[in-house]
Every structure is written in C-alpha cells, then in structure tokens.
C-alpha cells in the first residue's frame, strides 16, 4: 500500500520578480514499512519534498497523496489534521520544548490527540524504554546530550502511531558514534513497527543504513535505487 505518492509535483518560490524552482515534475510512489533515503547536495530540493510529503507547505503544481488522500489543496488547518494524525517529524535540532522533560515532550501529541492518562503513561513509557530513555524521563533537554535528545524527538515523533515519519538531516548535529546509534534506533523501529520513514541526508554514513536511495539534482530524481524490500508491516 501506498503510504506516499507524488504527481509531477513541481516547487516554485518567488521573491519579487524572481523566481527559484525547487521541484520539478517530481513524481514519486512510497511503500508502507519503507526506510527511504533522499539524498542529493544543498539545493538539490530533498527538503522542499519533505515538507510537501509532511504538509507543511503545498506545491505550485501537480498532486501529493497521503495514505490515498489528496493534500495538494488543503488549507493550514486541514493539513495540520492531517500532520497530528498521520505524521511524525525528526529535525536536525532536535526541537524539543526546553522546559518539558523527556516524558513530558513524549506525551506533547497524546496530549494534543486527547488521549486519557493513563494511555499516555503506558505510552511515553513504552516508546522511553524503546529508545533507551526511562532513566532520563524527567530530564529537561538542557541535562541530555545531542544522541539522547534525538532519541527523545524520535520518541515523540512515533508516540501517536503515525503511518509516516519524516526526518530532515537527523544526524546532522551529531557526532559519529551518537548518529550511528540514531539511524540503528530508527532502522530497528521501522523494522518492528513497520511505520515508514523517509529522511533527508547527504552523510553517507547515514545513506548506508538506507532500503532504498531516492537521489535529487536541481530539482529532478536522478536515480531510485531499491537496495532491500520494505519491512514487513506488524
């Protein structure tokens, strides 16, 4: 099942009288349980088609689907909607709310979602010892290191089940043992949950932990390369 699908999707930003295409004619088919690198240099515009895929900006031309809906068109509040129920995010900075703890940035989307408490706790805990964190439930981010706040974002980022989980550069800040265990937390994740994710890098220590390699070059795919089949969907 498609999780992802893009139709000649094109980006186009304009600042005055000039304009800078991001995307063109982009059209791309994502599978459930995939772990799909987009890859290319500064510019090449993988960012740009991740916020497409996570709504948070529209295209100027062509068709995005999520989970078979059609987002293209959608006002802010339909696809912020759409982002709370389908859609994790990982970002290169980690953007946790400073003055919450670990349990309490994981619980932030059960919260949003009006999940009762007692689920929440269940929850938070459940994804805290996933990631190896429940020693460090009531740290603030200011009392973790890099490697242990992006395991808390990727807790967050999985605490309301979504079917998509989108991570820009996720290792970007991170030196090479810490983003080393960061792409093995998120590839076993994938594995045992079977959500989707698709994540933005040009670290080829990063790429190598990829299933499939989607390369972008001004705005164009360059090249899709299915390096394993997707996880099993549990």
Not at 67 to 75: A, C, E, I, P
Not at 105 to 127: D, I, K, T, W, Y
């Amino acid at each position: 099942m498609e999780v992802v699908k893009t139709e000649n999707v094109s980006r186009i930003y304009k600042v005055g009288e000039v304009e800078t295409i991001a995307l063109r004619d982009v059209s791309l088919s994502i599978e459930n349980g995939e772990f799909t690198a987009l890859i290319g240099p500064s510019g090449s515009g993988k960012t740009t088609l991740l916020q497409l895929l996570g709504c948070l900006d529209q295209p100027t031309s062509g068709r995005v689907w999520i989970n078979g809906q059609d987002v293209s068109r959608l006002n802010r509040n339909q696809r912020a909607d759409v982002r709370r129920g389908t859609i994790g995010f990982i970002f290169q900075f980690f953007a946790l709310i400073p003055t919450l703890t670990a349990y309490e940035n994981v619980e932030m989307p059960l919260l949003l979602n009006g999940h009762a408490p007692s689920q929440r706790r269940e929850r938070v805990m459940q994804l805290l010892e996933a990631v190896g964190l429940t020693d460090r439930a009531n740290n603030r981010p200011d009392q973790l290191s890099g490697g242990q706040q992006q395991r808390v974002a990727i807790a967050r980022a999985l605490a309301p089940n979504p079917s998509l989980i989108l991570a820009d550069e996720p290792t970007a800040n991170l030196d090479t043992p810490n983003g080393k265990q960061i792409m093995e937390i998120m590839e076993r994740l994938n594995r045992e949950t079977g959500v989707t994710f698709v994540f933005a890098t040009h670290d080829p220590r990063v790429i190598q932990f990829a299933r499939r390699v989607v390369a972008l070059s001004d705005g164009l795919i360059s090249s899709d390369t299915v390096i394993e089949q997707a996880a099993p969907v549990v």
